[in-house]
């Protein structure tokens, strides 16, 4: 079993909750820009009639077409803790054309709704990075294949940002006790 971190939200993943709880190093992505891509993870609106459209860090590592099943935790560093958010079963990874995001995305006017969520710096800086699609999307999972969680704890995890990292026992442990939102 694996895990990957995605940018802390406190909106559900629907849309960017702001600067509380994530990093400020100018060497992240949410510390430069304010917002991470996965905070559009759980939206609707980036479904089509079977598969959910999003971003998870870590995946671009893997070969285009490979599926994992991994579990999402965000860390708050206002609290300093780590909260389970969801386990996502089949994940495949994309590539851009894999996805036909251009169609996706634009021809169907989601970018203008993903815009609503950012601050006139951060749409500027996002339109620059959109160009690349694989930077905004690179994963597709089946809406029914979402575990939500909402389970908070302290414990030093051994993470390196943009991995996909194996857990360990004590991540184990408090998977098997979290109740299921």
Known sequence: MHYA???????????P???????????????????GWEEWLFNPIFSDAIYRY?????????????FQNIYL????????????K???AKVEHLDA??????????????????????????????????????NIVNVRFKPENITLYDETFNLKLNYRYGQLVKMNDKLKSIIKTAKIK
């Open 5 to 15: 971190r995605i940018t802390y939200n406190t909106l559900g993943y629907q849309k």
């Open 17 to 35: 909750s702001g600067a509380q709880g994530k990093s400020t190093d100018k060497k992240t992505f949410e510390g430069l820009h304010g917002f």
């Open 54 to 66: 999003g971003f998870i860090q870590g995946f671009q590592d893997l070969p285009y077409g490979e």
């Open 73 to 84: 935790l965000s860390y708050d560093l206002s609290k300093t803790q780590w909260t389970l």
């Open 86 to 88: 969801a386990r996502l």
């Open 97 to 134: 054309a894999a996805a036909g995001l251009k169609t996706h995305y634009f021809d169907k006017g989601l970018w203008s709704t993903m815009k609503q969520g950012l601050n006139p710096k951060q749409i500027k800086e996002a339109e620059a990075l959109v160009k690349n699609f694989s």
